[in-house]
């Protein structure tokens, strides 16, 4: 009881942080509260929004996921050629896309399962093979040229509300769900806090792992979809960085990177935070080198947040390490 | 590295208070030089509180300790260490990834100029080890070795560090029979030197066996001292609980049915070609130093482990089980060692811990029945008497007694009929190791099957209908109930080795 009282009041913490920015931002710029610019940000942070659930539900596990933005790459660039190089119609393209990253994601899943080899280093090598085949495919050229009805997904809007808020909603809606109501969501939290006295109890760790992977490709997937729907064109540069705000994201919202805790809630609120800052900072004609610095810092401080905080510290000390580091071998003995 | 004397140690009138908990409550306490002195009290006594604040671990909220005539109202653990006082704690500070030797010389590694001396530092950790009586490679990882083994390690440890004044917080608990043995044997010599050891048990036998004067605490209240010749292991205990409580086994009267599980030819994870039956209703129990393959045979009926070869089968079927999933399935329950690794998920509450085995049962269309959840929590934590607010409590603030209770409810909740415990009462005081008792009773009186392993030797003979002994993973006789005796445990278990 205690403990969750104490996780609100983290959560509203990062809510303040919030609510400052938000104030300083329509100080410093008068555009920023603007509806056009508001209407911007939703969908701007549609696809961090969609990819961060899958990416929290892989935190939770005590796992990560690094190949998340070489993934959106792939997955804008392959989609991207379907239509507009092969004429693939546009609905059986975002039907390939998301098969595609179910792939992407089970492949990452099946290899940290069964190798043992640690989630960390596993998603860190996906995100450069996956960098060299998005290269390979669009020979580094951009892809453009896509059905009109296709952009509807990431430019349009139903009564006012763009789509891509919708489909946020939908996500994080079955999100929530996942992760707070189902059996499934019990075994992210179980693995993340104890691999091994999940598995000694009958959890299925190796098929929920491979699950919990399988499950950020998709995501991340529709990311993806919204996001080459927004942008009207791809390249193997756009998801580029995508990790490290995600990443920042869900540790700014209360996602331990040690596994096991922290809730999508709070991660939502941290997508806001991000998604206000990139925002608020190009309006603000901040430079691009100096935004990385300050995104750079902030995720700095979030992890050094995660990994101090009285609860954390106790936690390593019982569990004896990172679980990012080693989580894998576990599950797979 | 010999003690160079002990000291004399005066706790006065030490309040520890947290908010909301007191701790301890002013307790006075007279630690004599040379002694062996003895502190026993239930979990939550303020046993572990006493020695953080004597080991400068914790500052007392009030009061004073005098060592050797010098009064300190507050320690740090530098101070506490230049004094001479050392602690084994339960949780080892240990680094796996190093050697044996190089534990013992953690932070004073000895030199030859800037290198290391690896010579000088294996040689003298063999010398502690062989004076500890065990045989340890100084050179082998300490994360190779076994809990008993390094725990050895640990003592070596302190002792490399000429500690004055020891204090052993429950150091036989992870021990087999004879490690047990040759501890008894290291703490006499360390007496023998004039070493001051206070010795935290909860195992009266080891106390009268040990202790000169033995303290009793209760609640965080320093109830009294006696010398050892002067009490008697009912008074202790009755003063510990503070109440009536009858010594030592429930009676059973044992009426095995019919075969149920039968293990032939079990190969793999380190155990060789194990063969037994085991009856509806039986406590089998199963007996061996450190290392003999118990928990290892446990791992491969669990499921936990890959079996080699063999076949085992209850009621007639096959239930090799491939993981710990089919075991359940097969209605085949393991209670583990270490119930705090692998037994719970520490973080998660009573009733989420007791029902991750059949979390998904709960699911009507996918949504976990919270209700339904709170329910089967309700009724365990009622008719196992655990005690905690609520099912919601988070299973890591529990006593070692109600955490092995929500284990045990996990497991009744999946119908086992085969119940494994692997050391089901270590770390559990007085009062709720005689519950896990009756309750292991009633649940062989309902028909189940129960594997019992166990390396407290009174708990092994006190509980089993019969005994299979273990020595390194080779199965070495069957005592029945007329046969089991503490030397035909031990002749069986420890044959060739020096006990």
Same mark, same amino acid.
């Given at each position: 009881m205690k403990s969750?009282?104490m996780?609100?009041m983290?959560?509203l913490? !990062?809510?303040?942080v919030?609510?400052v920015?938000?104030?300083a931002?329509?100080i410093l710029?008068?555009?920023f509260?603007d509806?056009?610019?508001?209407f911007n940000?939703t969908?701007?942070i549609?696809?961090l929004?969609?990819v961060a659930?899958g990416?929290?539900f892989?935190?939770?596990t005590g796992?990560i996921?690094?190949s998340?933005g070489?993934q959106?790459s792939v997955n804008?660039v392959?989609t991207?050629?379907?239509?507009?190089?092969l004429?693939? =119609?546009w609905y059986?393209?975002?039907?390939?896309s998301l098969?595609?990253?179910?792939?992407?994601?089970?492949?990452?899943?099946? !290899?940290?399962t069964?190798?043992?080899v640690a989630?960390?280093i596993?998603t860190?090598?996906?995100?450069? !093979?996956?960098?060299?085949i998005?290269y390979?495919?669009?020979k580094?050229?951009p892809?453009?040229?896509? =059905?009109?009805?296709?952009?509807?997904?990431?430019?349009?809007?139903?009564?006012g509300?763009?789509v891509?808020?919708?489909?946020?909603?939908v996500?994080?809606?079955?999100?929530?769900?996942?992760?707070?109501?189902? =059996?499934?969501?019990r075994?992210?939290?179980?693995?993340g806090?104890n691999?091994?006295?999940a598995r000694?109890?009958?959890? =299925?760790?190796?098929?929920?792992?491979?699950t919990v992977?399988?499950?950020?490709?998709?995501?991340?997937?529709?990311g993806a979809?919204l996001?080459l729907?927004?942008l009207?064109?791809?390249?193997?540069?756009?998801?580029?960085?995508f990790?490290f705000s995600?990443?920042?994201?869900?540790?700014l919202?209360?996602?331990?990177?040690?596994g096991?805790?922290g809730s999508l809630?709070?991660?939502?609120v941290?997508?806001? !935070?991000?998604?206000?800052l990139?925002n608020?900072l190009v309006?603000l004609?901040?430079?691009?080198?100096v935004?990385?610095?300050?995104?750079?810092v902030?995720l700095l401080?979030?992890?050094?947040?995660?990994?101090?905080?009285k609860?954390?510290a106790?936690?390593r000390?019982?569990?004896?390490?990172v679980?990012?580091?080693r989580?894998g071998?576990?599950?797979a003995? | 590295m010999?003690?160079?004397?002990?000291?004399?140690?005066?706790?006065?009138g030490?309040t520890?208070?947290?908010p909301?908990?007191?701790a301890?409550?002013?307790?006075?306490?007279e630690?004599?030089?040379g002694?062996?002195?003895?502190?026993?009290?239930?979990?939550?006594?303020?046993k572990s509180?006493?020695?953080k604040?004597?080991a400068g671990?914790?500052?007392?909220?009030?009061?004073?300790?005098?060592?050797?005539?010098q009064?300190?109202t507050?320690?740090t653990?530098a101070l506490?260490?230049?004094?001479?006082?050392?602690?084994?704690?339960?949780?080892f500070?240990l680094?796996?990834?190093?050697?044996?030797?190089e534990?013992?010389?953690?932070?004073?590694?000895l030199?030859r100029?800037?290198?290391?001396d690896?010579?000088?530092?294996? @040689?003298?950790?063999?010398?502690?080890?062989?004076?500890?009586?065990?045989?340890i490679?100084?050179?082998?990882?300490?994360?190779?070795?076994?809990?008993?083994?390094?725990?050895i390690?640990?003592?070596?440890k302190?002792?490399?560090r000429?500690?004055?004044?020891l204090? $052993?917080?429950?150091?036989?608990?992870p021990l087999?029979?004879?490690e047990?043995?040759?501890?008894?044997?290291?703490?006499?010599?360390?007496?023998?030197?004039g070493?001051?050891i206070?010795y935290?048990?909860h195992? $009266?036998?080891?106390?009268?066996?040990l202790?000169?004067?033995?303290s009793?605490?209760?609640?965080?209240?320093?109830?009294?001292?006696r010398?050892?010749?002067?009490?008697?292991?009912?008074?202790?205990?009755?003063?510990m609980?503070g109440?009536e409580l009858?010594d030592?086994?429930?009676?059973r009267?044992?009426a095995?049915g019919d075969?149920?599980?039968?293990?032939?030819?079990l190969t793999g994870?380190?155990?060789?070609?194990i063969?037994?039956?085991?009856?509806?209703?039986?406590?089998l129990?199963?007996?061996?130093?450190?290392?003999?393959?118990?928990?290892?045979l446990?791992?491969?009926?669990?499921?936990?482990?890959?079996?080699?070869?063999?076949?085992?089968t209850? @009621?007639?079927?096959?239930?090799?089980?491939?993981?710990?999933r089919?075991?359940?399935?097969?209605?085949?329950?393991?209670?583990?060692e270490d @119930?705090k @690794?692998h037994?719970l998920?520490?973080?998660?509450?009573?009733?989420?811990?007791?029902?991750l085995?059949?979390?998904?049962?709960?699911?009507k269309?996918?949504?976990?029945?919270?209700?339904a959840?709170?329910?089967?929590?309700d009724?365990y $934590?009622?008719d196992?008497?655990?005690k905690?607010?609520?099912p919601?409590?988070?299973?890591g603030?529990?006593?070692?007694?109600n955490q092995?209770?929500?284990?045990?409810?996990?497991?009744?909740?999946t119908?086992p009929?085969?119940?494994i415990?692997d050391e089901?009462?270590?770390?559990?005081?007085?009062?709720a190791?005689?519950?896990?008792y009756?309750?292991m009773?009633?649940?062989?009186?309902?028909g189940?099957?129960?594997l019992?392993?166990?390396?407290?030797m009174?708990?092994?003979?006190g509980?089993s209908?019969?005994?299979?002994?273990?020595?390194e993973?080779?199965?070495?006789g069957?005592?029945?109930?007329?046969?089991i005796?503490?030397?035909?445990? $031990?002749a069986?278990?420890?044959e060739?080795e020096?006990?």
């Open positions: 969750m009282l996780g609100r983290k959560d913490g !990062i809510l303040l919030l609510v920015l938000v104030i931002f329509s710029s008068p555009n509260l509806p056009s610019n508001i940000i969908r701007q549609a696809t929004g969609i659930v990416f929290s892989v935190l939770i796992g996921d690094l998340v070489y959106i804008v392959v991207g050629m379907l239509m507009s190089q004429g693939v =119609p059986l393209a975002v039907i390939l098969v595609l990253g179910v792939l992407i994601g089970t492949i990452n899943g099946l !290899i940290v069964f190798t043992g989630p960390l596993v860190l090598s996906m995100m450069m !093979i996956l960098n060299g998005s390979l495919v669009s580094g050229l892809v453009f040229g896509f =059905p009109r009805e296709f952009s509807f997904l990431g430019q349009g809007a139903v009564a509300i763009p891509s808020l919708l489909v946020l909603i996500v994080w809606a079955i999100g929530l769900f996942v992760l707070n109501k189902t =059996p499934l969501g075994y992210f939290y179980a693995i806090n691999v091994e006295a000694l109890s009958g959890v =299925p760790t190796r098929a929920t792992l491979i992977y399988a499950l950020c490709g998709l995501f991340t997937a529709i979809i996001l729907s927004r009207n064109s791809a390249q193997s540069a756009t998801g580029a960085g990790e995600v990443l920042t994201a869900c540790v919202g209360g996602i331990s990177v040690m096991g805790r809630f709070g991660a939502f941290g997508v806001l !935070i991000v998604g206000v990139d608020g309006l004609n901040v430079s691009e080198y935004q990385l610095v300050i995104k750079g902030i401080t979030a992890v050094i947040y995660d990994a101090t905080s609860n954390s106790g936690r000390k019982q569990i004896g390490g679980s990012i580091f989580q071998a576990k599950a003995a | 010999s003690a160079p004397g002990g000291i004399d140690v005066r706790l006065s030490i520890k208070e947290y909301g908990v007191v301890l409550g002013g307790v006075s306490l630690l004599r030089a002694e062996v002195h003895a502190i026993v009290g239930e979990n939550g006594a303020g509180t006493l020695i604040v004597l671990a914790v500052p007392a909220t009030s009061g004073s300790i005098t060592v050797d005539g009064e300190f507050k320690l653990p506490a260490q230049s004094l001479g006082i050392a602690v084994i704690y339960q949780e500070t680094v796996p990834s190093l050697t044996a030797a534990n013992v010389f953690l932070g004073h590694f030199k100029g800037a290198v290391l690896r010579k000088s530092m294996d @040689r003298i950790a063999a010398e502690q080890f062989a004076r500890l009586g065990v045989r490679d100084p050179r082998v990882q300490v994360g190779e070795l076994t809990t008993g083994y390094q725990q390690v640990e003592i070596a302190a002792l490399s000429n500690a004055r004044l204090i $052993m917080d429950e150091p036989s608990a087999t029979a004879a047990v043995e040759a501890m008894y044997g290291v703490v006499d010599a360390l007496k023998a030197e070493m001051t206070v935290i048990s195992r $009266m036998d080891e106390i009268f066996r202790a000169d004067r033995v009793v605490l209760r609640d965080g209240q320093y109830v009294t001292t010398g050892i010749t002067e009490t008697t292991r009912r008074e202790l205990i009755n003063l609980v109440r009858s030592g086994y429930p009676q009267e044992s095995p075969v149920s599980l039968r293990v032939s030819g994870n380190g155990v060789q070609d063969h037994f039956e085991a009856r509806a209703g039986e406590i129990g199963f007996g061996g130093l450190i290392g003999a393959g118990r928990t290892e446990a791992e491969l009926l669990f499921g936990a482990k890959p079996l080699e070869s063999g076949e085992v209850l @009621r007639g079927q096959s239930v090799v089980a491939r993981s710990p089919a075991a359940i399935g097969h209605r085949i329950a393991l209670a583990p @119930r @690794r037994g998920v520490l973080e998660f509450s009573i009733q989420d811990n007791i029902t085995p059949h979390v998904a049962e709960f699911a269309a996918g949504v976990v029945d919270r209700k959840e709170r329910a089967l929590a009724k $934590m009622a196992l008497r655990i905690a607010p609520s919601n409590e988070i299973v603030n529990l006593s070692g007694g092995q209770k929500v284990v045990l409810a996990k497991w009744l909740s119908a009929e085969v119940l415990f089901p009462t270590r770390g559990i005081d007085v009062g190791r005689a519950e896990i009756r309750i009773n009633a649940l062989a009186d309902e189940r099957t129960i019992m392993i166990s390396s407290d009174e708990e092994l003979i509980m209908d019969r005994i299979i002994v273990l020595r993973g080779i199965q070495q069957v005592l029945a109930k007329e046969e005796t503490q030397e035909s445990v $031990m069986l278990a420890a060739g020096i006990v």
